[in-house]
């Protein structure tokens, strides 16, 4: 199989979202935040969909992506075998119709408030964890990952994230931060150069799950 790197179009959104929402069906947040194991697979390609819109397809256009993709099949038919994409560090708050055309402000309604209130909880924390590591500086941010079950342990994943660095994190003279929340990730990370620089829990009741912080500086 011939693979090509590119930036996803709209069209290719909910290819990435059946691929995202596999890949992170049981990453411990997502199990905090959608508990109904029945349900969860199904909130999350709508979630992560609307969050590639949100990121990728606004005004403000706040992130940049990169998906391998096999070669010469057009937008919308192409399977996404490995994606991530990040938020630029001079990336701006979204207004109000930026989550209106996303889905974003039906998210109450369509996943009901207990579930919405997690969410936020998780979304709260995590940019709480950002803003003490970080401070007034600003930082690439990697807002996911994934990599198709077929191509896992290939080492495409590393690749992947390497060219990114490479290619772009390196040259903009800006640090880059990410967050998981499982330990084997952890060690992933640290491989390609990132560092732990917290380790906290998040969320209350038997639920709550343990999320690390890492960064990889210019040095």
């Given at each position: 199989m011939t693979l090509n790197t590119i930036e996803l179009m709209p069209q290719d959104y909910s290819h990435a979202a059946i691929l995202l929402a596999e890949s992170f069906y049981d990453n411990p947040s997502h199990i905090y935040i959608f508990p109904d194991s029945s349900?969860?697979?199904?909130?999350?390609?709508?979630?992560?969909?609307?969050?590639?819109?949100?990121?990728?397809?606004?005004?403000?256009?706040?992130?940049?992506?990169?998906?391998?993709?096999?070669?010469?099949?057009?937008?919308?038919?192409?399977?996404?075998?490995?994606?991530?994409?990040?938020?630029?560090?001079?990336?701006?708050?979204?207004?109000?119709?930026?989550?209106?055309?996303?889905?974003?402000?039906?998210?109450?309604?369509?996943?009901?408030?207990?579930?919405?209130?997690?969410?936020?909880?998780?979304?709260?924390?995590?940019?709480?964890?950002?803003?003490?590591?970080?401070?007034?500086?600003?930082?690439w941010c990697l807002n996911n990952m994934a990599v198709t079950k077929k191509l896992r342990g290939t080492g495409i994943g590393t690749k992947l994230l390497h060219q990114q660095i490479q290619t772009v994190i390196l040259p903009s003279n800006f640090p880059a931060i990410l967050m998981t929340q499982k330990e084997i990730n952890v060690n992933f990370y640290q491989k390609i150069g990132f560092k732990v620089v917290q380790e906290s829990k998040i969320g209350t009741g038997k639920s709550a799950f343990t999320n690390w912080c890492l960064l990889l500086t210019q040095s």
């Open positions: 349900t969860r697979l199904k909130h999350l390609q709508w979630g992560l969909k609307a969050n590639l819109q949100l990121n990728l397809n606004s005004a403000k256009y706040i992130g940049k992506s990169f998906a391998l993709v096999e070669a010469n099949q057009p937008p919308g038919m192409r399977e996404i075998q490995a994606m991530a994409f990040w938020n630029y560090p001079e990336s701006r708050s979204l207004g109000f119709v930026s989550k209106l055309k996303s889905g974003w402000l039906t998210m109450p309604f369509r996943f009901g408030v207990d579930t919405y209130h997690r969410l936020m909880e998780v979304i709260n924390n995590m940019d709480e964890i950002k803003q003490t590591v970080l401070g007034e500086n600003k930082a």
